[in-house]
């Protein structure tokens, strides 16, 4: 029997158009715009000005605590501006304007095709500075600094390192095709990982709906006599690290805990081939593939994309905007944002970009709660989602704490499968908010 998590979970369409398209690349834009706010934790801090000469892997922000992460020029030219410019929330924040004048990398990336699979020189805390360095964050989408989360607590051990290799969203398949062209460097990164937090095993866990990458994962982790492979059932959201954990360990992560408390440690299938490029290829995170797909696309496929790069490049790129466009998602449907403009940049946590035709972009009309209780079963965290709703609704923000709204992962279930079409998780998100607006201020 493939493993799972046991309690709730959906099971959308799947809808994975791109699957089995190789990666591209495409042109460089003119302009590119970088955000020195990729991640979770503090912005970088710029230290290029308008008019300075750039190379690609060109270190332009650097972090500005232990929460943060070095933000990289993707391009080779000339700063023409640092300025506010609209991100994919739809907020203005800091980006590096950029001029792009050819493709001249900085001289110490290596760029040939050799695989170096040597790392028995290398210590942990070698390794950990480099990734920090590189400015590597989590490639799932959370983008929490890569160098922190390997950052082990006195007194806690990790005996399994698990990489999320699952890509349960509906329409992404960044991951699925990254696995199928570069299955032994993203082995490798796994075994870097390894070295830093001192895990006994490796554990990656991939959805049955992706025999092909199995079946290449399994074949080229053969050499290596602690990293295991694992069909999971498909089941969304199996990704999740709390779901990954009890399908692979059997083991629960407390409420309000983190998985080093089940002695765990979960990395992404993507960031764990950024690890291999930036220790054993000296390439910092400035690129990353891309999903850019949807049922009206022409051409859907995974790209191959240098952060900054506007969304719209993209989207040409696979045939153009569709005309029964309705909404651009960034992400996958159940987790991602639409957005309001293609105008706005790839970022380090951009996984994919889908195209959803008007006629499904249309939210349905809500209507009273009917108490079936569909929205508890499908909760993955054993949440009550109708009820965290109503207490969003009256401002009941310290009942919601109580509730464990914060467990919370967003993941969409609940509004999924609701017959009255209520937008659940707004109402959850807008109560997460305020709870985390209130608990900031407490700590003031």
């Not at 990458?213 to 999971?232: F, G, P």
């Not at 040409?316 to 706005?344: F, R, S, Y």
Request: overall charge positive; glycine content about 8%; charged content about 25%.
């Amino acid at each position: 029997m493939l493993k799972t998590f046991p309690k709730g979970g959906v099971h959308p369409n799947e809808n994975k158009f791109s699957t089995g398209k190789p990666i591209e690349r495409i042109d460089l834009p003119k302009q590119v715009y970088i955000p020195v706010a990729q991640h979770i934790g503090a912005p970088a801090e710029p230290i290029v000005v308008k008019g300075d000469m750039v190379k690609t892997g060109q270190l332009i922000a650097k972090s500005s605590g232990f929460v943060s992460a070095n933000i990289h020029s993707s391009v080779s030219g000339k700063v023409v501006k640092i300025d506010k410019v609209s991100d994919s929330t739809g907020y203005k924040q800091t980006c590096i304007i950029i001029d792009v004048e050819g493709d001249e990398w900085i001289e110490t990336i290596d760029r040939s095709e050799t695989i170096n699979d040597k790392i028995d020189n290398l210590t942990g805390e070698q390794i950990r500075n480099k990734i920090a360095e590189s400015g590597i964050v989590g490639s799932g989408g959370a983008t929490f600094p890569t160098h922190v989360k390997l950052s082990i607590p006195l007194g806690k051990t990790c005996e399994y390192l698990i990489i999320n290799a699952v890509e349960c969203e509906p329409y992404l398949t960044s991951d699925h095709q990254l696995m199928l062209e570069k299955a032994e460097e993203i082995l490798i990164g796994c075994k870097l990982a390894q070295k830093v937090v001192g895990a006994k095993k490796i554990l990656i866990g991939i959805e049955n709906n992706k025999p092909d990458a199995i079946s290449n994962m399994k074949t080229m982790a053969q050499k290596y006599k602690d990293i295991e492979v694992h069909a999971l059932k498909v089941k969304y959201p199996q990704g999740a690290e709390k779901q990954l954990i009890k399908a692979l360990t059997n083991r629960e992560v407390p409420s309000g805990k983190l998985p080093i408390e089940v002695n765990c440690v979960v990395q992404n299938i993507g960031t764990t081939f950024a690890i291999y490029e930036a220790i054993q290829k000296n390439k910092p995170l400035f690129e990353r593939v891309v999903s850019v797909t949807g049922k009206s696309i022409s051409r859907p496929t995974n790209i191959m994309a240098r952060i900054g790069t506007p969304i719209n490049m993209l989207i040409e790129a696979v045939g153009g905007l569709p005309q029964d466009t309705g909404k651009i998602i960034n992400g996958g449907p159940m987790m991602g944002k639409a957005l309001n403009t293609v105008e706005v940049p790839v970022t380090k946590g951009t996984s994919g970009i889908v195209i959803i035709p008007e006629k499904y972009s249309t939210r349905p009309k809500s209507y009273n709660c009917i108490r079936c209780a569909r929205c508890i079963s499908v909760c993955p965290m054993g949440l009550e989602p109708y009820l965290l709703k109503n207490m969003s609704i009256v401002k009941m923000y310290e009942e919601m704490h109580k509730e464990r709204a914060l467990d919370c992962m967003e993941c969409g279930s609940c509004s999924y499968t609701c017959p009255a079409s209520i937008p659940l998780l707004d109402y959850i998100r807008l109560g997460k908010a305020n709870i985390n607006k209130i608990l900031r201020s407490q700590k003031s």
